[in-house]
């Protein structure tokens, strides 16, 4: 069974820094690995998504990279701004509808 | 107009009560989750419907039972509720649910609390 880790568990940056986040899964087997955000009381957003074809993706100030073999993605975020603090969850994808979410990283960047 | 809204968003009640949390979705998706976020953040997939028929059915007790009249609508009835039902249950869709290309889109969550 699909299994997905996130480490760190919590992250505290300055303003202004760069910053990564690691996302890790036991069965290379998926169809996408998707990055979300989630704010406190709110539901899930999604930032970005990586076919499993794909090596990397961007939008704005965050890119997302992917390797399949070794199960490993990673969400760089640059320049992190205080709007950034928040938790990331990502997720994996398989056949017959099945989303495996991470534990999730809680960012808090100070100002 | 929200693509995936969910009610009520708070739900505070007695334990043994029998409690219902709607969903609605606008984006015209096949496939429709409930998932359950614990209290350490994690979540995880209860049930998946595709076209108003159950795909995944997660080792839940069947004191929870989905229900969808149509593939827009989800709908999660709840009986005799117990202090570990305690969470927050988060609704979502996807296009078809099998696809390299599927973003998930989430509801903002219902909150229940079981006194």
């Known amino acids: 069974k699909q299994e997905v880790t996130q480490i760190p568990a919590a992250l505290s940056v300055p303003e202004g820094e760069n910053l990564v986040l690691n996302c890790s899964f036991t069965d290379s087997a998926i169809y996408n690995l998707q990055w979300f955000r989630q704010d406190p009381g709110k539901g899930l957003t999604s930032l970005l998504l990586?076919?499993?074809?794909?090596r990397e993706q961007t939008s704005g100030r965050l890119n997302a990279s992917l390797d399949k073999s070794s199960g490993r993605s990673t969400l760089y975020i640059a320049a992190s701004q205080p709007g950034d603090s928040a938790t990331y969850l990502c997720?994996?994808?398989?056949?017959?509808?099945?989303?495996?979410f991470g534990t999730g990283t809680s960012l808090t960047v100070i100002p | 107009d929200t693509a995936v809204s969910q009610t009520p968003k708070y739900l505070v009640t007695q334990m043994g009560n029998d409690k219902s949390i709607k969903c609605e979705q606008n984006l015209g998706h096949d496939t429709m989750y409930w998932y359950k976020q614990d209290s350490k953040k994690f979540l995880k997939i209860m049930f998946s419907y595709n076209n108003k028929e159950l795909i995944i059915n997660e080792t839940v007790p069947n004191r929870f039972s989905p229900k969808s009249p149509d593939k827009a609508h989800l709908n999660l009835h709840i009986n005799s509720l117990e202090l570990g039902d305690s969470a927050v249950y988060f609704c979502?869709?996807?296009?078809?649910?099998?696809?390299?290309?599927?973003?998930?889109?989430f509801g903002s969550g219902t909150q229940l609390s079981v006194l």
């Open positions: 979502a869709s996807s296009q078809s649910g099998d696809s390299s290309n599927e973003k998930l889109f």
């Open positions: 997720a994996v994808s398989g056949t017959g509808n099945q989303f495996y």
């Open positions: 990586i076919q499993s074809s794909q």
